[in-house]
């Protein structure tokens, strides 16, 4: 007689793996099989060429990927594993990434990526890109999803040629304290300034309205002949009052007026373009494509390719701190963008409550005091990147300013790369 296996071999459950995420544990042997199995075909399709790096951190990649081999994992993250996870020395969300998939790769059998040349690659990406930005905004963010094995593919591919440098060029991300000083050395102009509420938009706003409001009820009342005039200039000086209500019971309906009262100077429509530009360029120096942006009244943004990613910051899953580094770098970007050309910033309470999302969810949790740390930290290194690569942020700044395509942006960041020591 046989003997029976183990009874939790027989009752398929469900438990958090090393990520925190449920893993479903023998449901189906031979269905897991074919998905690595085809997992592994992807990658070797279309994995990059390899850089040279130490063996200590190719080991250590491979381990933690093999430790999660049986993990599923998001469509968005197999496309980013399947175009770079080879590369011995790629970008930290390409590594992330990798963990994630749990792809095992053998070693000294990586096919080299078809170069792709710029014109050619260009070429492909404006098309891609193209054919979002015309679709509906509703229908952005599934044929980005779609497009991003294609577009990481041709800048993998530019990137074998030598057509790209900056394109997911950056090394491993460690994370350390910092002492008050090394920001000011970053660039930084007022280190207090970072986490500060700004209200001078507001301020601006209410003292514009007040001051217009009083002279057009003067002016009424003064042209408009008996009780015309009383009536007009009442009716016009009580519209600020009115204001006034409405930013102290629901502010958020003043918005919309108090950005565009606010781009009518040209300093602050720059400030947009320097803030969304340093997402933009320390996205893509850490390996995330671009999928399109935004200056626009109210809709200031970069959209990237890792839809997926980002659903874990908005979901249940948790993310380790090799994840959670270079996003923390990406939403403190801009941040650090606007303490570098400002002494006040402005526009940080939307990127500091997207890096708490991402540190509320990382495994282990941090402390109050760490956290505090790691936003310094996140702002230093995002403010060291665009001061190493400053022609060519400048340039992107420039090129967003005047509404260039995600293909021509990207061809500005490469046309200026000169890199700072």
Not at 201 to 217: E, K, M, P, Q, R
Request: include cysteine; charge should be positive; aromatic fraction near 4%.
């Amino acid at each position: 007689q046989r003997s029976l296996p183990p009874k939790d071999t027989l009752n398929p459950y469900t438990k958090p793996d090393s990520l925190g995420r449920q893993t479903l544990m023998q449901s189906s042997v031979a269905s897991s099989a074919a998905r690595a199995v085809a997992a592994r075909a992807s990658i070797r399709r279309e994995r990059a060429v390899p850089v040279s790096t130490s063996s200590a951190a190719s080991t250590s990649t491979s381990k933690s990927a093999s430790t999660s081999a049986s993990a599923p994992a998001s469509a968005s993250l197999r496309l980013r594993c399947a175009a770079t996870v080879a590369r011995r020395r790629s970008s930290p969300l390409t590594r992330a990434s990798a963990t994630l998939e749990g792809a095992v790769e053998p070693s000294g059998s990586a096919p080299e990526v078809a170069p792709i040349s710029a014109s050619e690659g260009y070429a492909t990406l404006d098309k891609v890109l193209g054919a979002i930005r015309k679709l509906p905004p509703s229908e952005r963010a599934e044929a980005a999803e779609g497009s991003t094995k294609t577009v990481s593919a041709v800048l993998n591919g530019m990137k074998a040629s030598g057509a790209t440098s900056l394109w997911d060029c950056y090394p491993l991300l460690v994370r350390r304290n910092l002492f008050p000083n090394e920001l000011v050395k970053a660039g930084i102009k007022d280190i207090d300034a970072i986490g500060k509420p700004s209200n001078t938009n507001d301020l601006n706003f209410i003292v514009g309205v007040t001051l217009s409001t009083s002279l057009l009820a003067l002016i009424v009342g003064l042209t408009l002949p008996g009780d015309w005039g009383a009536f007009g200039s009442y009716l016009i000086g009580g519209s600020s009052l009115a204001v006034l209500a409405v930013g102290s019971t629901a502010p958020g309906l003043l918005a919309v007026g108090i950005d565009r009262f606010a781009r009518i100077s040209p300093q602050y429509r720059n400030r947009i373009a320097r803030h969304e530009a340093a997402h933009f360029l320390v996205g893509y120096i850490l390996g995330v494509p671009v999928a399109g942006y935004s200056l626009g009244l109210g809709t200031t943004h970069v959209d990237f390719f890792e839809a997926k990613l980002e659903r874990k910051v908005y979901g249940k899953l948790s993310i380790q701190e090799s994840t959670m580094l270079p996003l923390a770098c990406v939403s403190m970007a801009g941040v650090a963008a606007e303490a570098m050309a400002f002494t006040e910033v402005q526009g940080q309470e939307a990127d500091l409550r997207d890096l708490q999302r991402i540190l509320n969810k990382t495994e282990p949790r941090l402390a109050d005091k760490q956290q505090q740390q790691l936003t310094r930290w996140a702002v230093w290194q995002s403010a060291s990147m665009l001061k190493k690569h400053e022609g060519s942020f400048l340039a992107l700044v420039d090129a967003m300013e005047a509404g260039a395509s995600v293909a021509d942006c990207l061809r500005a960041i490469e046309a200026a790369e000169t890199p700072k020591e």
